[in-house]
């Protein structure tokens, strides 16, 4: 089993940053893809951003492609979003996902989200 945490969501005015986090922890020495998936209000759950155990492969939704960054750190067991020009449609629940198959999905494991509201 794997417990993931996020973290750094909050409010931001539009054409502003944040940076989100998400530790994992449970099973170790596993190699697991990781990810992001959004939820705003009234919508559904939609893929954001993942990326491979090496980093060699990222795969980001065209909504923010060229504006979010997806990284990790695999010594801290942590993976990044970086979100820079966030626009009000950002505004959603975060939430970090993690699998030991693929890189793009379906994802087994879940974190409870971070709410992320962008200001007009």
């Known amino acids: 089993q794997v417990q993931l945490v996020e973290s750094g969501g909050g409010l931001v005015q539009a054409g502003g940053s944040l940076r989100l986090s998400c530790q994992a922890s449970?099973?170790?020495?596993?190699?697991?893809?990781m990810g992001w998936f959004r939820q705003a209000p009234g919508k559904e759950r939609e893929f954001v951003a993942s990326?491979?155990?090496?980093?060699?492969?990222?795969y980001y939704s065209d909504s923010v492609k060229g504006r979010f960054t997806i990284s990790r750190d695999n010594a801290k067991n942590t993976v990044y979003l970086h979100m820079n020009s966030l626009r009000p449609e950002d505004t959603a629940v975060y939430y970090c996902?993690?699998?030991?198959?693929?890189?793009?999905?379906?994802?087994?494991?879940w974190g409870q989200g971070t709410q992320v509201t962008v200001s007009s």
């Open positions: 990326i491979s155990w090496s980093s060699s492969n990222t």
């Open positions: 996902v993690a699998d030991p198959i693929s890189d793009y999905g379906p994802f087994d494991y």
């Open positions: 449970g099973r170790s020495g596993g190699r697991y893809a």
